[in-house]
């Protein structure tokens, strides 16, 4: 895809310094700047490189003033960051902009589909699937039965979606990740054998939601796993059956959540927590990197450790923590002495 200054600065309402006929096919970052890329300027830590870049066009503030000779096409806006990060979302839509449908692809009969869909190469979409307007699902993807998916959501190659799953509109799904499989249930029989209790519940994803991939959202035994509306996952996140995750809360990469834990909203919990099941996390709560939640949290709190207690305790705990080998050797210094003036004392 190519495009010209002046089609740019069009988007972006920017004044043009330079060719307007400019063409760009590819975006870099300015000291990588190459012709026919486009780039930025808004830090000024990179002024020097504008007058080195090789890229065809830059996006600059307006309050900025060359002070030589400039050889790249500038566009000149209120704010350079912002401008290029729309138009990244711009560059990023036209390029998945992708509608029609691939073959060889299985799409059941009863299934219900809206306008502008794409369908990828090798896809499944099995019995009574509903498919929105402006859904992608991208090569080597599985719909199962009954499945439904909102206006707008992109399900990217390799995902398997399972039986009753129900998707809101506007969410990014993936690589790699599966939605619906069995909860991990098993119950020992007289013999010691582990049985797999059937789930039977599904999963419900509310709007807006991202999941990354290679993450995995078990069904509910009975009822519902429920992600609400504007969660953010990372990749490689285990979320197990009847979780429920509040709306706007975002989990990084490498965190588990054992079955049935409750999630408040707006919570921002860092990579590899480990969550026990059963219990209930507040609004607000920052769960700090590699901590270990045993126990509910309420709104607000924040904190670090496993077994995890409060942030600023445990910053403070471990301060001494470090000094342990320090603090060992004074006790021990100071019990010798002790026991010196003990002998003299005798």
């Known amino acids: 895809m190519k495009f010209t200054a002046k089609q740019i600065a069009d988007i972006l309402e920017g004044e043009i310094v330079g060719n307007p006929e400019a063409e760009v096919s590819k975006l870099s970052k300015i000291e990588e700047g190459t012709l026919g890329s486009l780039t930025f300027l808004s830090n000024p830590k990179y002024n020097s490189y504008i007058y080195s ?52 692809h299985f799409m059941a009969d009863s299934v219900t589909i809206g306008d502008n869909e794409y369908i990828g190469a090798y896809a499944y979409i099995g019995e009574n699937v509903v498919l929105g307007n402006n859904v992608k699902i991208y090569p080597n993807s599985y719909i199962g039965d009954n499945v439904v998916i909102g206006d707008n959501t992109v399900v990217f190659a390799g995902v398997k979606i399972y039986s009753e799953t129900i998707i809101g509109k506007n969410c990014k799904i993936h690589s790699g990740t599966v939605i619906g499989a069995d909860g991990f249930g098993f119950a020992p029989d007289e013999n010691g054998e582990y049985k797999a209790i059937p789930q039977i519940g599904n999963v419900i994803i509310e709007d807006n939601v991202d ?20 969660v953010k996952l990372d990749n490689h996140i285990q979320i197990a059956h009847n979780v429920e995750i509040g709306k706007n809360t975002v989990i ?25 099941g059963h219990i209930t996390i507040g609004n607000n709560v920052k769960i700090q990197a590699q901590a270990g939640i045993g126990k509910s949290l309420k709104d607000g709190e924040v904190v670090q450790g496993s077994p995890a207690f409060g942030y600023s305790d445990y910053s403070k705990s471990y301060v001494h923590f470090k000094n342990l080998p320090k603090l060992a050797s004074t006790i021990h210094k100071i019990e010798k002495e002790l026991n010196a003036q003990k002998v003299n004392n005798e």
Not at 66 to 75: D, G, Q, R
Not at 90 to 97: A, D, Q, S
Not at 217 to 227: E, H, V
Not at 252 to 276: D, F, R, Y
Request: glycine share 10%; hydrophobic share 35%.
């Open 252 to 276: 990084a990469s490498q965190t588990g959540i054992a079955g049935s834990t409750k999630i408040g909203e707006n919570c921002m919990i860092g990579g590899q927590v480990g969550i026990v």
């Open 211 to 230: 999941v990354g991939s290679n993450s995995t959202i078990d069904r509910a035994t009975l009822g519902s796993t429920i992600i609400r509306k504007g």
């Open 53 to 104: 870049t090789k890229a065809s066009v830059a996006i600059v503030n307006k309050s900025f003033v060359p002070e030589k000779e400039i050889e790249t096409t500038l566009i000149k806006v209120e704010n350079a960051y912002k401008s290029f990060s729309k138009l990244l979302e711009f560059y990023n839509e036209v390029k998945n902009n992708k509608v029609g449908r691939e073959n060889p």
